[in-house]
């Protein structure tokens, strides 16, 4: 959403603060930048000489016809005048390639902070939005990091440079040149501080927008379009957002028409006004100025407005991408929940023997809320068990899982594996050792190969080949034109649900954890697939904590202990007997699914 002109106001620290911390990103850089510095002051010198080889040429080569002198500085001029060139090429290269490689470096940092992040911020943030800020908002602030460094440094010197020149020329037409000067700091102040503005609500608009196309333009986006027919109405919400950019777009443009319009009227009127004030000195005395001085003075003038311009609206640019800092830096500034301390331990999934222990655990998905979604629960898991959670639909099967796996961390309680917190275990080492089939299956756009790779990098082809068929996936690839060099499309649309499903089992038998997490894993499998697979999701369980959630029956039949879940609590657990017998929730849950389809029905699922 729009931010209002005075919601964008901060005050000088907050300013100062982000400054900093941008000059900050040149750090690494620093000997770059003292070249740039040394070239530029090379380039300010060169730059100066020329009008005072002119005012040489007209005072003394041309009334004399000295051929002699005029060719020699001519000749000088030209030379100097390609030295200047040349160096300037020289730093605009430095800078640019610094100005990229900060870029590299927020883009970078920006990257691995937000994978830091935990599921929490992925749940509450748009996707578009994060884009937006990594992509847009660090291109943005590409022109000033890599122009301002060595723009504002040549800028500055060929302003003084050519101040003193002046000054060394004539005081007196120095003096009504730089009577100008506050004229556009204060234009440009006024013009920068708007700009601002305008800029961050060019960027949030543009992240907007991006969001929009995100949740439409995606497989997800087109289906749930297509499916509920709000082709009109998101077309509409895109127009809408659209016509916001185009207002701020066009504040943005006309800012610059604006400043430079102002400008290079000055531009035009000061050299008549010289002129006009160089004749009124002369009609009073006219031996104390040359015409070599007046045409070298208003050479050196026209020579420093365009850099004084550029001061300025160095400085709009700055203040504009401020505002982009702003946005950037509030990402990196945002605190990752869940991160390693530096008392976390490594641990290889070999080491683990796989005993999980939830104690007194109480968790919220919304801090605020009185009602938390998981209530003091408290179980324990040995090694190798087969823990079927069951419960209705919304009970908190999935919150369990995701506490034992640390996607997110219990407001109260401990959750522990081997008796070690698992908020002392390295969260590489976690992923490690826990490994989870979730209830949706996300495959990237790349070949059916590499989705398996992904879970371990080093696996043979016999692996890859023996995961699949454990999965039982193996005949479909196989069958394929191109087999496993086939690619799924984007997220695996290519696949049907079953398929995908099958395919996340493979690699989840691939990265070989130790803990398991099956949360409707076999959800869109058919009863004949679910056979299939059985026995081999019997043999990937064997030897692993597993933690099974609304399985097929064979499954909880067979569990370990079987945890009944309602509303965020464990209101019944024991084996499936011992439930049974005491004819509670879960016998009444067993009754309505299973008791007329023992053939492969699950538990829970199918409640919601
Ligand atoms: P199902 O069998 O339907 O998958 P479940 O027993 O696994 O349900 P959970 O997914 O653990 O239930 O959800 C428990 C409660 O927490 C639900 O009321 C759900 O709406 C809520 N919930 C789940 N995820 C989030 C989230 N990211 N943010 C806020 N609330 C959530």
Redesign the pocket.
Known sequence: MHQSYSSDYKPKSVEKATLKRVMGTFRPYKSQVVSILVLVVASVVLGILPPFFLKEIIDKGLPHANLNLIANLSLITIAVTVGASVVTYWYGYLSVSIGQKIMRDLRRDLFSHLQGMS??FF?NTRTGEIQSRLLNDVAGVQTVVSDVVANAISNIGIVVASLVAMFWLDWRLTLLSIGIIPFFAIVSSFVGNYARTVRRNVQQQVAELNSVMQETLSVSGILLTKAVGRRSLIQSKFGTENEKLVGWQVKQQMIQYFFFGVFRMIFSVTPALVYWFAGWIISKNPSSITIGTIVAFTGLQARMFFPLTGILSTQIEVKSAMGLFDRIFEYLDKPQDIQDSTESKDLEPSQVLGKVALQDVCFS??PESEEP?IKSISFTAEPGQLVALV??????????A?LVARLYDADSGSVTIDGLDVKSIKLESLERIVGAVT?ETYLAHTTIKENLRFANPDATDEQIENATKAAAIYDYIAALPDGFETVVGERGYKLSGGEKQRMALARTILKNPRILIL??ATSALDTASERIIQASLDKIMEGRTTFA??HRLSTILSADQILV?EN?RIVESGRHRELIEKNGLYARLYAEQFANDLSGQRL??TL?
């Not at 419960?391 to 369990?400: L, R, V």
């Open positions: 599921l929490r749940s998905y919304d979604t419960g209705p639909s919304g009970a908190g099967k999935t919150t369990i995701y209830q949360d409707e959630i609304a879940i965020g829970g699922s919601s």
